[in-house]
């Protein structure tokens, strides 16, 4: 039982690294990055539908990509998605692919991101800290004796506190790269 209690918060604890991980690859540190497309989804035929379903993404060089579309139709389309994605990127249609030369950061630009970082790693310790309650409400349910019920809080604490360690570490590995000119 207890084991089965600690083990079900482990999951939700590594989904939790793992989604961060993901959103973290999102964010552009100055280099072209494929991932960093992955939210834009281009209206297709009157249905929102992701960039990557529509198009494979290239990184022909460290500072750009090139998206070629399966559709030449839906060229103009996703060229328009990138643009209104708000990714501080200008697409260039050349009739066949899109070209994105992915511009330097400024430094008002990497602040913004750190900024962006912040609030991606505190939704992740909102989550760590969901899945503590969650836990701790299921070992009351299970009504065990208080002693164990304590031991059991306590080990739901200490991985909690490791978890919200390597958020804070990922956060700050993170910062540090978007801040590297």
Do not use: W
């Amino acid at each position: 039982m207890n084991n089965e209690i600690l083990n079900s918060l482990k999951i939700q604890m590594e989904k939790t690294i793992e989604n961060l991980e993901k959103r973290f690859a999102s964010v552009r540190a100055g280099r072209a990055n494929p991932n960093s497309l992955d939210g834009v989804m281009v209206s297709y035929y009157g249905s929102l539908t992701p960039l990557k379903q529509l198009a494979t993404i290239s990184v022909p060089e460290a500072k750009q990509m090139v998206i070629k579309p399966y559709d030449k139709s839906c060229l103009s389309d996703i060229e328009k998605a990138i643009f209104e994605a708000d990714l501080g990127y200008t697409p260039n249609n050349d009739g066949e692919s899109i070209r994105i030369v992915i511009p330097p950061l400024t430094q008002e630009r990497r602040i913004e991101l750190v900024k962006q970082i912040k609030k991606i790693a505190e939704e992740a310790k909102v989550s760590v800290r969901n899945n503590r309650h969650e836990a701790i409400e299921e070992i009351e349910m299970n009504e065990l004796p208080q002693d164990e019920a304590k031991a059991l809080e306590t080990k739901v604490q200490e991985m909690v506190n490791t978890y919200n360690k390597e958020i804070e570490e990922k956060s700050k590995e993170k910062e540090q790269e978007l801040m590297t000119v």
